[in-house]
C-alpha cells in the first residue's frame, strides 16, 4: 500500500520561501509520477507541478512557472515542492499524490489520474 506523507507547511509573508516533502513508502516510484496540487477554500483541487521518477521530466502550472521547483531523492524516495516568491493567492492545502508512470503529459494535471493522495499541508501566505 504506497502511502504519502506531506511536510513542511507553514505560515510565510509575501515574497517568502517555503519546500514541502512527500515521503513515500510502498511501493516501487519508478513506476510513479509524483504530482503535487492545492486546494484553497472554496475552490476546486488544482495542479501545481510534477515529476516523473523515471528521466526527471517536470512538468508546472503556469501560476507557479518560474517560483516553483520539483525535484525528486530517489534514495530517499522523497519529493520536493520549493517555493519562492510566494504570493498570497498561493494559500491552500498542499496535497503530494502518485500516479502510474505511463500517465501522459496532459493527465498529469487531472486529480482523477493519481491513485495516491496524502493527507495534505497547509500553507499560508500573508500580505
Known amino acids: 500500500q504506497v502511502q504519502l506523507v506531506e511536510s513542511g507547511g507553514g505560515l510565510v509573508q509575501a515574497g517568502g520561501s517555503l519546500r514541502l516533502s512527500c515521503a513515500a513508502s510502498?511501493?516501487?516510484?519508478?513506476?510513479?509520477?509524483m504530482g503535487w496540487f492545492r486546494q484553497a477554500p472554496g475552490k476546486e483541487r488544482e495542479f501545481v507541478a510534477a515529476?516523473?521518477?523515471?528521466?526527471?521530466?517536470?512538468y508546472y502550472a503556469d501560476s507557479v512557472k518560474g517560483r516553483f521547483t520539483i525535484s525528486g531523492d530517489n534514495a530517499k524516495n522523497t519529493v520536493y515542492l520549493q517555493m519562492n516568491s510566494l504570493k498570497p493567492e498561493d494559500t491552500a492545502v498542499y496535497y503530494c499524490?502518485?500516479?502510474?508512470?505511463?500517465?501522459?503529459?496532459?493527465?498529469?494535471?487531472?486529480?482523477?489520474?493519481?491513485?495516491?493522495w496524502g493527507q495534505g499541508t497547509q500553507v499560508t501566505v500573508s500580505s
Open positions: 510502498g511501493g516501487t516510484f519508478s513506476r510513479h509520477v
Open positions: 515529476i516523473r521518477w523515471s528521466g526527471g521530466s517536470t
Open positions: 499524490a502518485a500516479a502510474q508512470a505511463f500517465t501522459i503529459a496532459t493527465m498529469l494535471r487531472v486529480p482523477l489520474s493519481y491513485a495516491y
